[in-house]
């Protein structure tokens, strides 16, 4: 027998034993157990394994408890913190999987309709205009560099806070033949320009050349009330300004309780939206204090049921959400929040924040035909799961109103500075 034919040979049998091994039960069970396992106190993570593996905690054992049968693992969330576990082969270390303990939260869900009113930081330029002088029509804030979705927050070294604060400094410099020294927040930077007001002699007044806002106003849906600190998260996606289309950037802002008056229907291409109105007394039920990718929050002062989930539910992180059936928490005619059924199509463990954790598909008879799926003003809806809360209802796809995204819980607390990975009495405080 030749060399080169024995080598042949076992190198073939070394294949064939490598394909074995990578389609064998023990080993594809390797393969499926995680690296690290992420868990909230109280929950259980269950994996397969061979029964010649075994299981130990190889740190404190404070944080977790291990169950072990002939072929699975159970693990048990038992105090926040870090702990790991070291599964063994014949005595010898296989695989160390590290687990993170966090702390069990628990929100009331929302489904609220709510109306909400913005004040953005200093004034928003939404648009240049032509200024018609002796000499022609010019835009003044055009030509000092100013932009749409800038933000003037200074003339002349004065805070500005709303419009009313503009003209006067406009008239006087126009008086005065001098330019205003303009501070401009632009993105995540700020700069400063000169502008000279110029006399429309149509008008006979001093003008920018600018359109400006300095508020907004809309409506949307509660998804979550904390009930020990009354902090809330509604939305579940940013609110941009019409014009721009750019997030408006917040000073404050309130929340009112509102009233679904009537839906236009969505369909294929032109999703519908909740038409509503604020409420009679146009009460505060809220501050705003942020506006992110994730939604609006801010602080209730006030108490708000639902009337379907008024008492506190778990939460279930990104990793826990699975495919299938669900529910969302929503309004579509007055004030009465309803249960609908929807379907998890797909979702995807998140390991850092982003806003399209989830795509969901509407499959209630009644919310089909009342709405077509998806509408504006349905963001923020709380989406519910085994009991748990699992997120929010944040886009509608354009194409298929039966269809849209939603975004993980996990990610709308952070942002509304409810940790996780904090122990009750600092979250209290």
């Given at each position: 027998?030749?060399?080169?034919?024995?080598?042949k040979m076992i190198g073939g049998f070394l294949l064939v034993s490598l394909c074995f091994i990578g389609f064998s039960k023990p080993f594809q069970e390797y393969l499926h157990i995680p690296n690290t396992i992420t868990m909230l106190q109280g929950d259980k993570f269950q994996f397969s394994k061979s029964s010649a593996v075994t299981a130990a905690v190889m740190t404190t054992g404070k944080n977790i408890n291990v169950h072990e049968s002939p072929d699975s693992v159970s693990i048990k969330g038992k105090a926040i913190g870090q702990d790991q576990v070291f599964l063994e082969f014949a005595g010898l270390p296989i695989k160390k999987v590290d687990v993170n303990v966090l702390r069990s939260v628990k929100v009331i869900p929302g489904g609220q309709s709510i109306g909400v009113k913005l004040n953005t930081l200093g004034v928003l330029v939404v648009g240049h205009h032509l200024v018609e002088t002796k000499k022609g029509n010019v835009s003044p804030g055009e030509k000092a560099g100013i932009q749409v979705g800038d933000i003037i927050t200074m003339i002349n070294g004065q805070k500005i806070e709303d419009m009313s604060d503009v003209a006067p400094f406009v008239q006087k410099a126009g008086q005065d033949n001098k330019p205003l020294n303009i501070t401009i927040?632009?993105?995540?930077?700020?700069?400063?320009?000169?502008?000279?007001?110029?006399k429309d002699v149509s008008e006979d007044t001093y003008k920018l050349g600018l359109y400006i806002r300095d508020s907004a106003a809309g409506i949307?849906?509660?998804t979550f009330i904390d009930p020990q600190s009354k902090k809330?998260?509604?939305l579940g996606h940013v609110i941009s300004d019409m014009d721009t289309k750019k997030p408006i950037v917040v000073k404050d802002g309130e929340i009112v309780r509102s009233t679904v008056t009537s839906i236009e229907k969505g369909k294929d291409g032109n999703p519908g939206e909740k038409l509503a109105r604020f409420s009679a007394d146009n009460k505060t039920i809220g501050n705003i204090n942020r506006n992110s990718p994730f939604g609006i929050f801010g602080k209730l002062n006030t108490t708000l049921t639902n009337g379907q989930y008024d008492k506190p539910m778990p939460i279930a992180l990104s990793n826990q959400v699975k495919d299938g059936p669900a529910k969302i928490l929503t309004v579509v005619n007055g004030d009465k929040v309803e249960a609908y059924d929807i379907r998890i199509v797909s979702t995807v463990p998140q390991k850092f924040p982003a806003t399209k954790g989830m795509v969901i598909k509407v499959t209630d008879p009644k919310l089909l035909k009342k709405t077509g799926g998806i509408v504006q003003g349905m963001s923020g809806s709380p989406i519910i799961q085994d009991g748990k809360i699992i997120g929010a209802v944040t886009h509608v796809f354009v194409n298929d109103p039966t269809s849209g995204y939603g975004v993980h819980i996990e990610w709308m607390l952070h942002e509304a500075g409810i940790n996780i990975y904090k122990n009750q009495t600092e979250q209290a405080s």
């Open positions: 027998m030749s060399w080169e034919f024995l080598r927040q632009r993105e995540q930077g700020t700069f400063k320009t000169h502008l000279m007001p110029l949307g849906t509660m809330y998260g509604a």
